[in-house]
Every structure is written in C-alpha cells, then in structure tokens.
C-alpha cells in the first residue's frame, strides 16, 4: 500500500488497535512469496522453457459481450441512414467551416426591392415579359397534364398486385421505392416480412354467409308452377308469422289495457281534481247525516289494547298444537304410502327427467337455427327481417320484354350487409334545412335608404310568403 | 401488504371490447372519416357474448368494435393522409367563404388522392382470397354501373363501374368460365369459375333509372364500398388479363376513355356502346398464343379417393369442356325487342358470333341479310320476313341450353311457342331426394328416356305389340330351357361312358385304383362365383354393425336422418305411383278410344 497518507496519530493501546493500524502487507508478502518458493520451487533455479512460452497464436482479440444485434433490428437501424448511393453528394471535406455562425448573404436580386418592383412593373407594361409569361403558362399546362396522366394511370390498374416483381410486395420500403436507387439498394433494406400487428380475424357472420344467396327457383322470370307455387307458401307463411306477431304485440300492449271513453276520461279527472274538496250539500245523496245529530265520528273505530285472559290463551295454544299434530300425522301417514308408491314415484321422476331432456334439447336446437340465421346485434336499431322475394302471379308474364320487378337491388345489398355483419343497422336521418334569421344590424352609419331598403325586402318576403298560401 | 387492487373491466370481455366513441378518441378522426377507413381497410363491429360487460357496465346497445381491431387501424399509414385531407378541406372551405373561386378551383383540381392499393393487397394477400370475395364486389358494381351522377357518389365512379364490368366480362368471354345463368325477376344470376372459385353475381335488368328513395339506403357508405371494391377489381381484372395473355387496359370504344365521357349524355346511346364494347375481339399480347385448352384430367390412384366420384369429376370434366365449345362457329342475330346485353354475353362466352340491327344501335358486325346466321332470336309472336336457312328462336333457349350444357332442341322454344318454365340452375345438389316429373328429367339430362317412351310412340301398334313382345319372350324362354335340357344330359352321359369303358377289369383293383386315382387326382378349379344375393345381405349386415358403432352423442342426429331419408323415400315412391297409375289410366283411355273408332270404321265399312 503505497498511497499516500497523511500521517496521524492514533493510537495502539490495545492489541486490537494495534493490529488495526500497523501495516504488515509487506511481511505478508514476504511471506507469501516465500510460500510459493516451497510449493513451486526457487524462480532462478528454473530453466527458461519452464517460465517462458512462444507466442505463435498472434494478438488474441478480446471478445466483448455485447449481444449481437438480430438481422431484423440490425436492418431497421441502418434504415435512417444515408443511403450509399447518396454519399457521393455529400461534403467530403473534413474540415469544419471556421465561421460556424456565418450570416447567409442572400444574393443581389433574390428579393425584389421597392425599386425593382416599379422598374419590372413599367417593363411588365411595355410587354417585355409577354413572351416569359406565355412560357410560364405553357410550362403550366405541361405540368398539370403530367398530373391529370398520373391519375389516369392510377384509374388504370397498371400493376400487377399480387405478382411477385412488386417492390412492396418484397417489403421494400416506400421510402427506398425511388428511381434513382438501384435495386440492390432496395433489396439490401428488404423489411421483415412479418407484420407489427396481424390483423385480427373476421367476425364468424361474416365469414361464413355468403353475399349472393342462391335464388329460390320460384323468382324465375317464367317458373314452373310448383316452385311458383312453392315460393307463394313461403310467402303466406312468413307473412302469417309476421301477422301473428303483430297481433300478440296488439293483445299484449293496446288490449291489455282498458278503455275509457272521453267522457268517463273528464268525469274521472273532474273528481280527482275535486277530491277533498267542500262538496255542496246535497241532501239528497247522503240522507244519513241528519241521523248523526252533528257527531263526531271517525271512519275507523280506535284502537283498543284488549288483553287476552287465561282462557283464551289456553284454547288459542290449543289450537296451534292440534294444527301441529294433524299436519305430522298425515305427513307419517304420508311417509308409510309413499314406501309402497315408490316404484310409481320412479316412474315419475324418470318421466319428468324425459320430458325436461327431450324440452332441453328441442330448445338447444332452435336455440342453433335461430343463431344461424340471426342478425348480429351491433347497434340499437334493428335490421329488417328478410323477406322472401314475392312475385305476384298477376305480375308474371313469362316474358322476358315485361319483366318488372319489385324488389330494389340496391337496398338488398344494403341489407344483405347488415346481416352479415358489415355494418350496422341505421336509420338515415334527414339533415334538417336551418332557418337562418335576418336582423338589421344598426350602425352609426344608417342611412334612410337602408331602412327602406330592409323594410321593403321584409315587406316582400311576407308578400311572397302570402302569395304562396293564397296560391295553396 | 394487500396487493393492488385490480381495476374493474381491466381484463377480460370488458377490455376487450372499446365504443365507437372511444375509437374515435384513440385515432383521433371524425366519424365520417372513421366511417370510411374502417370499410376501406375491412374493420366491422362485433357483437359481443356479454354485452354489459363489454360495455364496462353501461346499460343500452352501443356499436363495439374489438380494441385489436383498432389498434390494427392505428398502423394505418392513411390515417395521416386522411388528416392531412382534413386541412386541406379547410383550406378549401375558407377559399370558398373569402369568395376566392380561383384559388377553390384550384384546389379541387389539385384535390390529393389517397392509394389504397395496398389494402386491396393486404385484405386479399393471394389472388385466389381476392377470386373469392368477389361476389359482394361484382354485384355492386354492376349496379352502380347503372346509376347515373348522384349526389354522395362521386362523379367517376359509375363510369369507373361501367368500364370495369365491361373489361370483367371480357375476361369471362375470353376465358369461356361462364358456368350457369338464371333470370329472375330480380336480375340475371350469373356464376363463373376461375380458378377454381366459383362466382356469383347479379346484373341487373336494365330499366331506365329508379329513383331511390333517400330514407332506405345509405348512399354514402354504400359509395365508400363501391370505392375499395372498384379498387379490387381494377387488379382483379389486370391480373386476369396478364393471365390469359391480353392487353390491360383492353381498348373498347370511344365511349370508354375518360375524355370523352361527357358527351355521351344519353342513358340508351350509353348502353348501347357498352354492349358495342362487348362485341369486341380484344388484343392479344404479340406472340402470345391461345390459351391452350386444359389437358383431360390425369387420374391417380388413392386408396381412399371413391372410385365412383373420380368418375363423375370426370364426367363433369367433359361436360365443361363441351360446354365452353358450345355455340363454336354458329352465328346468331339478335332482334331489336331482345335485351342484348346478356344474349351477347352468354354467346360470346361460348365462342358464337352475335350481331344485331346496324341501323338501331351501333357495334353490328353482320346484317341481317347474312345467310350463314344459323339462329335468329326473337322475342315476338311472329314475322314478316322469314329466312329459310335459320332458325328463329326465343332468348330462353339460350340460357336453358347454358344450364342444360348442350344445345337444347329447339322445338319447344321456336318463334311464337309457349316456353317451357325456366328452372333454376342453383339447386341445392345435396337435396337429391325430390320428386322429379320425367319431363323435368329430360331436361336435365338429355340422355334420360322415359320408361315408356317408345311406347307412346307407336301407340297405333301398340295392342299387336305388346301380344308379339309376349310371344317373343315365351318363344325365347321355350329355346333356354331346350338348350338346358340338352347340357345337362351331355354331363349326365360323359361320366356313363368312362364307366362302360372299364368295366371287364378286376373291381376290386379298379377301387384301390380309383382310390388311389382321387388321393393324386388334380380336380380343376372352380371360379369362385360370388353370388350376389348373398354379398348384398352380408354387406347389409355389416352396414348394420356399423350403424351400431353410431356414437351416443350423433346416435339421434343419425336417426332422425334416416328417417327423413326413408319419408321422403316414400313420398317419392307414392308420387311415382300416382303418376304411373296416372299414365296408365290416360292409356287406357286412349286405347278404348282408339279401339272404338276402329270399330266404327270397320262397321262403316261393313255396312
């Protein structure tokens, strides 16, 4: 221990002080060395091929342990940089400009000045730059024309999207898809083919229906008759079902309740309204008040605390208890038949599991086939039920010239992608026109003229409003 | 230490599941722009198991979309475009308030287009995922094609339709993939296969334009699919071409490119050059040569593959072929009443000529007066001026024939006939258990000959007949049973005779001998003849054992199966029977008649 200490006192009274502030490393050593003598022998006594070895292996390089980055991390980092075909435009010069705070000089004409604004505008007038305008205009058109192809050829489909010659099929990236670099740059920044994120599966409605549902035979131009008439029986019946529905919704709502005619509806209101209230004294209609001599009466009797005598209580817990012995009597009584009813009981209970079994699987499979067919919920409104294609017998004519249908194509479509789920059911609100409200504003400048003017272009409106209810 | 308390709806369906609202947070866009990119990039809502819980607990229905999804949306490189496109909208809207039209027109002009070629490649990573989602897209197009400018659909797009379709159907002519067509009263179904995916799509007839009502059909988002889906079959159609060695684009009439598109104005002289467009032959890639026709189908021997079903593959193989040569080298002429657009479609796809009035729409190739026109279609009770060298049929004919896949006779179909019905090609194949009518049967398979057919034929003879059939068959049956008589006494009298030969030896030698002779003796072997009764109730009653290793689980579905199988069996049965004793009666009655005035006549002729 070689440091360099600054010498202070402490003290070594004790053997434990002692020990902790004497320094023994060099004796140790001493020592240490002198141990290694014994074990390996004296160092000057050795030959020179026991001590040295001839290097032949050369430098060995010390290996860090850096993890090595992965192909794909190693790519996306070189992405940022340079492409190599690009350095040659860089500055090779290594040495740094000396001013690095050098003020840019825009160059003389760069900015037009006032004057040059005047003398350019007084040449612009002579028609000195006639013929450079024309050029720029020209130069115009041939830019916007290139613009207008490109999107020509965008409308044109020319590219083979699912070919192989594609750069972005390969993975190169867009910013690399230039014509100035060469294809080995691009391949050499070949992207990962796995995507970040996968796109999650389609919905399992969407997936499995199909968009163009085969066509019932009966909706042929000229069908046979017993498919017409096939297809009529699936009409009647789903209009059944759907009547059916309409009735069960009309009993349970309107005719549940009962009716009042407007008149009892008034009566009733009136003696709501009224109740409480001082009714005008009507001998007629209550003769017993004259009986009561202007008593005070009450309604309901008041409440007597009556108590219960010996008595009473004897016979009431008699009562009970005899209730109590009857119903355990008959339940014993019970117990001892239903020893003998036991197969009977079996059979019931064997019976009702039957039934509970058969209702549970019937349920379960029109539980299934309602599934199969149901429209996804999505959204609060409800997509309309899809009904059967109808052609009425009168509107066939079997003739291809007299064909009129009366199902829309396109609301079909619409709805055909309800049902599968692409979109949800909606009612198209109608934007409503805002009716925008006109004020005079009053300034410091109003004249006469612009409150007739107002005035009169008001009067007009109202006139015209008028003209038009006369005319309806 | 109690842990951290774990947050409610943090996992599970709850977290699963994000509100519209929500989404529209996260990706920071307006509705209408969410609207459109969730269907450009195929992003729909879901219908969760447990509402309440995907909905953390709120009451009502909300749309939900899974937070995958939208997460997935958030890579999307147009999102940006699409907020880039809003400033730009303000930019045009101030324009507009400041009453700068320059400076708006300019921006119109210039309005950025966003490239959504990507997705279509990203939605459909192969071209066979692409093929099979294309129904939903060419039913759409088709019917935008029809739709004039609108007011939420952009100005091009029906054009962009009109041209697509057009260069679709080009394809399936030049391809011969058309497989089956249906009129209904809706529109043409039409099925194609390419590449071994099956297409279907309706075209609608063509009415002048219907006005759709505003309050049933989105027209916006409907807009917005017909955009992608133009998109998709732009590519479609591109790949399509390169594969069967054509030119993309196809050069069709004037009426196709983009300048000229505004001087076509009238609705008839628009569908009137589509169909001229049609009836095009299209340029081929120099040095190219005919798609070359598929080779017949290789059959390799599998073990498990049923050999019955190779078979009707095969079958199916050569019907197909048959199919798509079927109107090779016949001319037809169209009359004006016909709707062209479909007739020149399904004829061209099968290899005929088609041709039409030169003076009432443009595109004609031949005239009328052409002799080599083997079918004229007409849609009238009669004519005036008839050929003798053609036919002149009712367009039915041409689409009972596609589905027949062979040219019908056209008897039942001529000028003026009342047409048979017109059945529907989509049948559901695996319903085969349906009461057919003989005369359904014939026009299914043309081959098929009604059990008593040739009778009906030859009804005058038909009495004589029968008793000379009956003759026949006795006389036939008297020469077996002599020829049989005959055999087997030739083996009763062969071993007779071995026995005459060596009776003077010693007999009790001869026993040793014979016994000898049997132990040694080669007997010739017998053909081992399967008797078929017998196989029949063997493998009924292995089919039985089988059906008893019928799992519990499906043993019901199995049963109920059968039993639908042996009902309709039965219904089939009966409605077989009535029709025989149907046919039967109407014979007899026939006959009686007959018989009668054969004894009139006769009478007369005696008197």
């Given at each position: 221990m070689s440091s360099i200490k600054k010498k202070k006192h402490v003290s070594k009274k004790n053997k434990k002080a002692w020990r902790k502030y004497c320094d023994i490393t060099d004796v140790e050593e001493f020592l240490e060395d002198q141990r290694l003598e014994e074990r390996l022998g004296k160092f000057d006594v050795k030959p020179d091929s026991e001590l040295f070895v001839v290097d032949t292996g050369g430098e060995i390089k010390t290996e860090e342990d850096v993890k090595p980055l992965s192909a794909k991390l190693l790519k996306r980092a070189n992405l940022p940089a340079t492409p190599k075909c690009y350095e040659v435009l860089l500055p090779s010069s290594k040495v740094p400009d000396p001013n690095a705070k050098r003020n840019i000089v825009k160059q003389i004409g760069s900015k037009p000045t006032a004057l040059s604004k005047l003398t350019e505008k007084r040449r612009f007038e002579k028609g000195v730059y006639q013929k450079k305008i024309e050029l720029a205009r020209k130069n115009r058109r041939i830019a916007l024309d290139k613009k207008r192809k490109n999107k020509q050829i965008k409308q044109n489909?020319?590219?083979?999207?699912?070919?192989?010659?594609?750069p972005e099929a390969k993975g190169i990236p867009e910013t690399l898809v230039d014509e100035f670099i060469p294809p080995e740059a691009q391949i050499h920044n070949v992207l990962p083919e796995q995507r970040l994120r996968p796109k999650p599966p389609l919905s399992k409605t969407l997936m499995t229906r199909t968009a163009v549902e085969r066509p019932h035979p009966g909706v042929s131009y000229n069908p046979s008759f017993q498919e017409h008439q096939e297809l009529l029986q699936e009409v009647v019946n789903h209009e059944k079902k759907m009547m059916k529905k309409e009735a069960h919704l009309l009993r349970v709502t309107n005719g549940m309740f009962r009716k009042v005619t407007p008149q009892e509806k008034e009566n009733q209101w009136k003696e709501e309204m009224t109740m409480g209230l001082p009714q005008p004294h009507n001998p007629a209609t209550n003769p017993s008040d004259s009986e009561t001599d202007n008593e005070y009466k009450a309604i309901n009797p008041p409440v007597k605390n009556k108590k219960k005598d010996h008595k009473a209580r004897r016979k009431q817990r008699e009562r009970i208890e005899e209730r109590e012995r009857l119903k355990r009597e008959k339940i014993n009584k019970k117990k001892i038949t239903d020893i003998y009813k036991l197969r009977k009981l079996e059979t019931l209970i064997t019976k009702k599991e039957k039934r509970d079994a058969l209702t549970r699987s019937k349920r379960a499979v029109k539980k299934a086939v309602t599934a199969e067919t149901a429209v996804p919920k999505i959204n609060a409104h409800k997509t309309p039920l899809k009904e059967p294609d109808f052609v009425s017998p009168e509107q066939l004519s079997g003739d291809l010239r007299k064909i009129n249908s009366t199902t829309n194509l396109l609301r079909d479509r619409f709805e055909s992608l309800q049902r599968r789920g692409a979109l949800a059911a909606s009612k198209v609100m109608m934007k409503k026109k805002r009716k925008l409200k006109a004020y005079f504003k009053a300034g410091h400048k109003v004249t006469e003229n612009d409150i007739q003017r107002y005035v009169d272009k008001k009067a007009g409106k109202v006139s015209k409003k008028k003209t038009k209810l006369l005319k309806a | 230490m109690v842990s951290k308390k774990k947050k409610k709806y943090s996992t599970g369906e709850g977290a699963q599941f994000m509100t519209r609202k929500a989404a529209l947070k996260k990706l920071q866009l307006s509705l209408k722009d969410f609207r459109r990119i969730c269907i450009l990039k195929g992003i729909y809502p879901r219908e969760p198991r447990n509402r309440k819980r995907a909905q953390k607990g709120a009451g009502g229905i909300k749309t939900l979309y899974h937070t995958k999804d939208i997460k997935f949306l958030l890579h999307e490189p147009i999102i940006w475009k699409l907020r880039d496109l809003k400033v730009y909208q303000q930019k045009i809207r101030r324009a507009r308030a400041m009453k700068n039209y320059p400076l708006m027109r300019k921006y119109f002009r210039d309005y950025p287009e966003i490239n959504i070629d990507h997705i279509v490649k990203e939605r459909y990573p192969t071209f066979v995922d692409a093929l099979r989602d294309l129904d939903d897209c060419l039913t759409l197009c088709f019917l935008f094609s029809t739709f004039p400018s609108l007011k939420k659909v952009p100005r091009d797009q029906s054009m962009l339709c009109r041209r697509l379709t057009v260069e679709f159907m080009h394809a399936v002519i030049t391809a011969k993939a058309l497989r089956k067509v249906f009129v209904s009263v809706k529109g043409y179904y039409y099925q194609v296969e390419f590449e071994g995916q099956t297409i279907t799509w309706i075209a609608p007839h063509h009415f002048s334009f219907q006005p759709q009502s505003?309050?049933?059909?989105?027209f916006k988002i409907m807009s917005t699919f017909v955009e992608f889906y133009t998109m998709m079959l732009g590519f479609v159609n591109f790949k399509l071409y390169h594969s069967l060695n054509l030119v993309y684009p196809p050069k069709l009439t004037a009426a196709f490119n983009s300048e000229t598109d505004k001087e076509l104005i009238d609705e008839h002289a628009y569908v009137s050059e589509r169909i001229a467009a049609m009836n095009m032959s299209l340029a081929r890639i120099t040095g190219a040569n005919e798609v070359e026709e598929l080779p017949e189908i290789d059959i390799f021997h599998t073990e498990d593959e049923d050999p019955q079903k190779l078979e009707e593959a095969k079958l199916e193989a050569e019907k197909v072929k048959k199919l798509k040569t079927m109107f090779k080298g016949l001319k037809f002429f169209l009359n004006?009443?016909?709707?062209r657009e479909p007739l020149v479609f399904i004829i061209r796809c099968f290899g005929g000529e088609v041709s039409w009035d030169k003076d009432h729409f443009v595109g004609a190739t031949f005239d009328e007066t052409d002799e080599s026109i083997a079918y004229q279609i007409v849609d009238r009770p009669s004519m005036e001026k008839k050929y003798l060298s053609r036919y002149y049929v009712q367009p039915q004919w041409v689409f009972d024939s596609v589905n027949v896949r062979t040219l019908l006779p056209i008897n039942k179909y001529l000028m003026g006939a009342v047409l048979p019905p017109h059945l529907s090609p989509f049948v559901d194949k695996t319903k085969d258990q349906v009461y057919m009518p003989p005369e359904e049967k014939a026009l299914n398979n043309p081959d098929f000959k009604p059990l008593d057919d040739d009778q009906s034929n030859s009804e005058i003879e038909e009495a004589s007949d029968e008793d000379n059939e009956d003759k026949d068959n006795e006389e036939e049956d008297a020469e077996e049973a002599l020829t049989k008589q005959y055999q087997q006494e030739v083996e009763q009298d062969s071993p007779s005779e071995e026995e005459d030969a060596d009776d003077d030896v010693d007999p009790e030698k001869k026993k040793i001998a014979k016994e000898k002779k049997k132990a040694m003796a080669v007997t010739s072997g017998v053909p081992f003849k399967e008797n078929p009764y017998k196989k029949e109730i063997e493998d009924k009653q292995a089919f039985r054992l089988r059906e008893k290793l019928v799992r519990k689980k499906h043993r019901n579905l199995y049963k109920s199966m059968k039993a639908g199988q042996e009902k309709r069996k039965k219904e089939i049965w009966l409605l077989r029977k009535k029709r025989r004793l149907h046919d039967e009666k109407v014979k007899e009655e026939k006959k009686t008649e007959k018989r009668k005035q054969k004894m009139q006549i006769l009478e007369a002729a005696s008197v």
């Amino acid at each position: 221990m070689s440091s360099i200490k600054k010498k202070k006192h402490v003290s070594k009274k004790n053997k434990k002080a002692w020990r902790k502030y004497c320094d023994i490393t060099d004796v140790e050593e001493f020592l240490e060395d002198q141990r290694l003598e014994e074990r390996l022998g004296k160092f000057d006594v050795k030959p020179d091929s026991e001590l040295f070895v001839v290097d032949t292996g050369g430098e060995i390089k010390t290996e860090e342990d850096v993890k090595p980055l992965s192909a794909k991390l190693l790519k996306r980092a070189n992405l940022p940089a340079t492409p190599k075909c690009y350095e040659v435009l860089l500055p090779s010069s290594k040495v740094p400009d000396p001013n690095a705070k050098r003020n840019i000089v825009k160059q003389i004409g760069s900015k037009p000045t006032a004057l040059s604004k005047l003398t350019e505008k007084r040449r612009f007038e002579k028609g000195v730059y006639q013929k450079k305008i024309e050029l720029a205009r020209k130069n115009r058109r041939i830019a916007l024309d290139k613009k207008r192809k490109n999107k020509q050829i965008k409308q044109n489909f020319g590219l083979d999207l699912w070919g192989n010659d594609l750069p972005e099929a390969k993975g190169i990236p867009e910013t690399l898809v230039d014509e100035f670099i060469p294809p080995e740059a691009q391949i050499h920044n070949v992207l990962p083919e796995q995507r970040l994120r996968p796109k999650p599966p389609l919905s399992k409605t969407l997936m499995t229906r199909t968009a163009v549902e085969r066509p019932h035979p009966g909706v042929s131009y000229n069908p046979s008759f017993q498919e017409h008439q096939e297809l009529l029986q699936e009409v009647v019946n789903h209009e059944k079902k759907m009547m059916k529905k309409e009735a069960h919704l009309l009993r349970v709502t309107n005719g549940m309740f009962r009716k009042v005619t407007p008149q009892e509806k008034e009566n009733q209101w009136k003696e709501e309204m009224t109740m409480g209230l001082p009714q005008p004294h009507n001998p007629a209609t209550n003769p017993s008040d004259s009986e009561t001599d202007n008593e005070y009466k009450a309604i309901n009797p008041p409440v007597k605390n009556k108590k219960k005598d010996h008595k009473a209580r004897r016979k009431q817990r008699e009562r009970i208890e005899e209730r109590e012995r009857l119903k355990r009597e008959k339940i014993n009584k019970k117990k001892i038949t239903d020893i003998y009813k036991l197969r009977k009981l079996e059979t019931l209970i064997t019976k009702k599991e039957k039934r509970d079994a058969l209702t549970r699987s019937k349920r379960a499979v029109k539980k299934a086939v309602t599934a199969e067919t149901a429209v996804p919920k999505i959204n609060a409104h409800k997509t309309p039920l899809k009904e059967p294609d109808f052609v009425s017998p009168e509107q066939l004519s079997g003739d291809l010239r007299k064909i009129n249908s009366t199902t829309n194509l396109l609301r079909d479509r619409f709805e055909s992608l309800q049902r599968r789920g692409a979109l949800a059911a909606s009612k198209v609100m109608m934007k409503k026109k805002r009716k925008l409200k006109a004020y005079f504003k009053a300034g410091h400048k109003v004249t006469e003229n612009d409150i007739q003017r107002y005035v009169d272009k008001k009067a007009g409106k109202v006139s015209k409003k008028k003209t038009k209810l006369l005319k309806a | 230490m109690v842990s951290k308390k774990k947050k409610k709806y943090s996992t599970g369906e709850g977290a699963q599941f994000m509100t519209r609202k929500a989404a529209l947070k996260k990706l920071q866009l307006s509705l209408k722009d969410f609207r459109r990119i969730c269907i450009l990039k195929g992003i729909y809502p879901r219908e969760p198991r447990n509402r309440k819980r995907a909905q953390k607990g709120a009451g009502g229905i909300k749309t939900l979309y899974h937070t995958k999804d939208i997460k997935f949306l958030l890579h999307e490189p147009i999102i940006w475009k699409l907020r880039d496109l809003k400033v730009y909208q303000q930019k045009i809207r101030r324009a507009r308030a400041m009453k700068n039209y320059p400076l708006m027109r300019k921006y119109f002009r210039d309005y950025p287009e966003i490239n959504i070629d990507h997705i279509v490649k990203e939605r459909y990573p192969t071209f066979v995922d692409a093929l099979r989602d294309l129904d939903d897209c060419l039913t759409l197009c088709f019917l935008f094609s029809t739709f004039p400018s609108l007011k939420k659909v952009p100005r091009d797009q029906s054009m962009l339709c009109r041209r697509l379709t057009v260069e679709f159907m080009h394809a399936v002519i030049t391809a011969k993939a058309l497989r089956k067509v249906f009129v209904s009263v809706k529109g043409y179904y039409y099925q194609v296969e390419f590449e071994g995916q099956t297409i279907t799509w309706i075209a609608p007839h063509h009415f002048s334009f219907q006005p759709q009502s505003k309050d049933e059909v989105d027209f916006k988002i409907m807009s917005t699919f017909v955009e992608f889906y133009t998109m998709m079959l732009g590519f479609v159609n591109f790949k399509l071409y390169h594969s069967l060695n054509l030119v993309y684009p196809p050069k069709l009439t004037a009426a196709f490119n983009s300048e000229t598109d505004k001087e076509l104005i009238d609705e008839h002289a628009y569908v009137s050059e589509r169909i001229a467009a049609m009836n095009m032959s299209l340029a081929r890639i120099t040095g190219a040569n005919e798609v070359e026709e598929l080779p017949e189908i290789d059959i390799f021997h599998t073990e498990d593959e049923d050999p019955q079903k190779l078979e009707e593959a095969k079958l199916e193989a050569e019907k197909v072929k048959k199919l798509k040569t079927m109107f090779k080298g016949l001319k037809f002429f169209l009359n004006r009443e016909v709707p062209r657009e479909p007739l020149v479609f399904i004829i061209r796809c099968f290899g005929g000529e088609v041709s039409w009035d030169k003076d009432h729409f443009v595109g004609a190739t031949f005239d009328e007066t052409d002799e080599s026109i083997a079918y004229q279609i007409v849609d009238r009770p009669s004519m005036e001026k008839k050929y003798l060298s053609r036919y002149y049929v009712q367009p039915q004919w041409v689409f009972d024939s596609v589905n027949v896949r062979t040219l019908l006779p056209i008897n039942k179909y001529l000028m003026g006939a009342v047409l048979p019905p017109h059945l529907s090609p989509f049948v559901d194949k695996t319903k085969d258990q349906v009461y057919m009518p003989p005369e359904e049967k014939a026009l299914n398979n043309p081959d098929f000959k009604p059990l008593d057919d040739d009778q009906s034929n030859s009804e005058i003879e038909e009495a004589s007949d029968e008793d000379n059939e009956d003759k026949d068959n006795e006389e036939e049956d008297a020469e077996e049973a002599l020829t049989k008589q005959y055999q087997q006494e030739v083996e009763q009298d062969s071993p007779s005779e071995e026995e005459d030969a060596d009776d003077d030896v010693d007999p009790e030698k001869k026993k040793i001998a014979k016994e000898k002779k049997k132990a040694m003796a080669v007997t010739s072997g017998v053909p081992f003849k399967e008797n078929p009764y017998k196989k029949e109730i063997e493998d009924k009653q292995a089919f039985r054992l089988r059906e008893k290793l019928v799992r519990k689980k499906h043993r019901n579905l199995y049963k109920s199966m059968k039993a639908g199988q042996e009902k309709r069996k039965k219904e089939i049965w009966l409605l077989r029977k009535k029709r025989r004793l149907h046919d039967e009666k109407v014979k007899e009655e026939k006959k009686t008649e007959k018989r009668k005035q054969k004894m009139q006549i006769l009478e007369a002729a005696s008197v």
